[in-house]
């Protein structure tokens, strides 16, 4: 490291250029008072005045357009030019140069091995977490579980935030990502945006549901209104619907692919009820299943971060002949084995009751079996009447009727 120590009077004009070599550059200043001096050949010296609001004096050799790191020493008397470490993080500064001009920089910034957040008021070791803009020559993107644990991040379309409350879009088309640095305070007038409500983020799916706040529970969520070129989280207008998968410091599309089950507000139900049942495909992109007989049936749920309290989708015909509904259903721990009761019925960990006493369970290869006829079964509508069976097609994610049989 090199350093600069500070003169009985502030370094003049010349002072700032004489000792250049050619090709290279200097930053000298009083406190108030900076200049940028470059050399280019023989006397041919170029000073520029700029300006600063950093109480110290420093004269620090420029040899490229670069971000430039400085520490302070805390009485000022010395500033020195960092290359790999840093001494003291409250006393960093940082400047970038380039031919023409330096400009004082804050931010998030990598020196050697670790990262730093300077901003107006302080200087410290990032100690954050969550996903951060490093300023750089090229800029990169990191995520941190908590101070400088630290690593790459490739970057992908959606929100990223960290526990600062600094918000990013980012775009992988453009392989860029932006920080937003004004953000809203309600729902109304901002849907798919990210809202601060009194130092706390939330995420607002349309401009009238209540703001959805991030966990460190995964979440999904159905934003509809989708143009058909839209490319998340750049939305225009339109009717398509998307799934968004919702962590504690991101929002993205997620293209899993699944069955959901959601309520009025297009959250998925994390508790045993009613909803609306919704196909998403591997694009992305949902679509709402309208009910009928050859929805009848158990579908594994697509909301893998709650299927643990809720694993199971159940559709069935209601005594309203023609009328369809879904619920979302917890394992019923209860019925251990196959009977009579139990017949076209899920029991425990997602077994399925062909009659009796036979037993099978989703699987990757799909499989037709005979189901005997049970009034108390969700099937029975199809089936008709005892003593028939039904042909019933089991896969990976659902259990279903063939309703040409009956």
Same mark, same amino acid.
């Given at each position: 490291?090199?350093?600069? *120590?500070? +003169? ?5 004009? $010349?002072?700032? !250029? ?58 000022? #008397? ?14 960093? *500064? ?35 977490? !969550? ?11 990191? *995520?941190? %579980? ?10 992908? #379309? ?5 526990? #600062? ?25 901002? +849907? ?35 143009? #058909? ?72 749920? &697509?909301?893998? +971060?709650?299927?643990? +309290?809720?694993?199971?989708? $159940? ?23 196959? %009977? ?5 019925? @899920? ?15 989703? &699987? ?13 079964? $969700? ?14 097609? @089991? ?12």
């Amino acid at each position: 490291m090199l350093a600069w *120590v500070k +003169a009985d009077t502030p370094p003049g004009l $010349k002072e700032c !250029g004489n000792s250049l070599s050619d090709g290279t550059a200097n930053v000298c200043g009083d406190g108030t008072t900076f200049y940028y001096c470059t050399k280019t050949g023989g006397s041919n010296i170029t000073i520029l005045k700029l300006t600063s609001n950093e109480a110290t004096e420093y004269c620090a050799e420029i040899k490229e357009t670069s971000y430039y790191y400085f520490e302070v020493s805390n009485n000022g #008397d010395t500033t020195t030019k960092l290359t790999d470490s840093v001494t003291t993080p409250a006393n960093l *500064v940082v400047y970038y140069c380039n031919d023409t001009k330096c400009e004082r920089k804050y931010g998030h910034f990598k020196i050697g091995d670790n990262y730093y957040t300077v901003s107006e008021t302080e200087s410290k070791a990032l100690d954050g977490s !969550g996903y951060y803009l490093i300023n750089a020559n090229t800029d990169e993107f990191i *995520v941190c %579980s908590s101070g400088q644990s630290c690593s790459t991040f490739t970057i992908t #379309d959606g929100y990223f935030m960290n526990s #600062d409350n600094e918000v990013y879009l980012c775009a992988s088309s453009g392989l860029s990502c932006t920080k937003q640095n004004s953000l809203p305070t309600e729902c109304r007038g901002n +849907a798919n945006k990210i809202i601060n409500v009194s130092g706390t983020l939330k995420f607002c799916n349309t401009v009238t549901s209540t703001p959805l706040a991030f966990t460190s529970t995964t979440q999904y969520n159905l934003f509809e209104g989708v143009g #058909d070129n839209d490319k998340y989280p750049t939305i225009t207008s339109g009717t398509k619907i998307i799934l968004l998968k919702i962590e504690q410091y991101s929002i993205t599309q997620d293209k899993s692919g699944g069955i959901f089950i959601a309520n009025g507000d297009k959250n998925f139900l994390y508790s045993a009820g009613d909803g609306t049942l919704y196909s998403c495909a591997s694009t992305g992109v949902c679509t709402t299943v309208t009910l009928a007989k050859s929805n009848i049936g158990y579908y594994k749920n &697509g909301d893998t +971060a709650h299927s643990s +309290a809720i694993p199971y989708i $159940k559709c069935y015909e209601t005594s309203q002949s023609g009328t369809y509904k879904c619920e979302a259903i917890a394992n019923p721990t209860s019925i251990t084995s196959c %009977s009579d009761s139990s017949i076209g019925q @899920i029991i425990k960990d997602g077994g399925f009751c062909l009659n009796s006493s036979k037993m099978v369970t989703f &699987g990757e290869t799909e499989t037709t079996y005979l189901l005997n006829y049970h009034k108390d079964s $969700k099937f029975s509508s199809i089936i008709g009447e005892e003593g028939k069976y039904g042909l019933v097609t @089991i896969n990976s994610n659902s259990i279903f009727i063939n309703t040409s049989c009956g």
